[in-house]
Nanobody, 121 residues
Framework: QVHLVESGGGVVPPGGSLQLSCTAS????????MGWYRQAPGNPRELVAT???????NYADSVKGRFTISKNSAMNTVYLKMSNLKPEDTAVYYC???????????????WGQGTQVAVSS
């Protein structure tokens, strides 16, 4: 299985910055992609940003130009640098990893426990 450990959430004022990190461990043979999703109270979980094994990135329109996703493949770690944070960015942020547990199986999606980000003055 895949175990994800997230860190970096907190409370920041509008315009502030935070960096989230997520490290994957376990018995997987290949990570297809890593990413971040978020869920605000009363809303469905939504994509924030993803990065593939080939370094292709994808961002939600609402965070383009403010958030940057990156990864350290050797450490199986993904980062989300968030700048110019807005109150509407307040949510629980979840790390997602899409990985193969073996070369004969299909890939699976694995989730972290979530880390709270609150943007408030």
């Amino acid at each position: 299985q895949v175990h994800l450990v997230e860190s970096g959430g907190g409370v920041v004022p509008p315009g502030g910055s935070l960096q989230l990190s997520c490290t994957a461990s376990g018995s997987f043979v290949h990570i297809v992609a890593m990413g971040w999703y978020r869920q605000a109270p009363g809303n469905p979980r939504e994509l924030v940003a993803t990065v593939t094994a080939g370094q292709s990135t994808n961002y939600a329109d609402s965070v383009k130009g403010r958030f940057t996703i990156s990864k350290n493949s050797a450490m199986n770690t993904v980062y989300l640098k968030m700048s110019n944070l807005k109150p509407e960015d307040t949510a629980v942020y979840y790390c997602n990893v899409r990985a193969y547990l073996s070369y004969s199986s299909n890939f699976g999606d694995y989730w972290g426990q979530g880390t709270q980000v609150a943007v408030s003055s």
